[in-house]
C-alpha cells in the first residue's frame, strides 16, 4: 500500500490537529506548517500528495503560497480551506487550486474529499 504525505498548512492549532487527526485515521502522513513562510520550506523539499492551504496564514499568505507552487512548477494538488469571501476565492488560479472547502466543513466530506483528492486519482 503506498503511503501519502499532506502537508496542512493552518495557523489555527485546533484545526490543524483535527485535519491532521481525520487524514492520519485514512493512512496518510501528515505535516503541519503553522504559517507561509515555513510551508514554503517544506514544499521546497517535496514529497507531499496533497497541500491543505488556509489563506490566511501569517508571514506569506494562503494566495502567495500558490504562486510559488505555480511558479515553481511544483505537481502537488492544493486543496483550499478558508473562511475568506467568496469574491476572494474567485481570485485563485484553478490551475494549481483543485479543491476549495469553505470552513466550517463537515469532517466526513472534508476527509473524503481529500482522499479523492491525493489518494484515488
Known amino acids: 500500500m ?8 493552518e495557523d489555527d492549532p485546533a484545526i ?6 481525520l ?3 485514512r493512512g496518510i502522513d501528515i505535516d503541519t506548517a503553522h504559517d507561509g513562510k515555513q510551508a514554503i520550506e517544506k514544499i521546497r523539499r517535496g514529497g507531499y500528495a496533497v497541500l491543505i492551504l488556509d489563506l ?6 494562503g494566495f502567495e503560497i500558490i504562486d ?8 502537488v ?3 483550499v480551506v478558508s473562511a475568506v469571501s467568496h469574491q476572494a476565492l474567485t481570485k485563485l488560479d484553478l490551475d494549481v487550486v483543485k479543491l476549495v472547502i469553505p470552513k466550517p466543513f463537515d469532517v466526513e466530506e472534508f476527509t473524503k474529499a481529500i482522499i479523492d483528492l491525493c489518494c484515488e486519482g
Open 56 to 61: 490566511m496564514v501569517p508571514e506569506v499568505n
Open 68 to 75: 510559488f507552487v505555480k511558479k515553481n512548477d511544483i505537481k
Open 16 to 21: 490543524r490537529k483535527l485535519v491532521g487527526k
Open 77 to 79: 494538488p492544493v486543496a
Open 23 to 25: 487524514l492520519q485515521r
Open 2 to 9: 503506498a503511503t501519502y504525505r499532506a502537508l496542512i498548512v
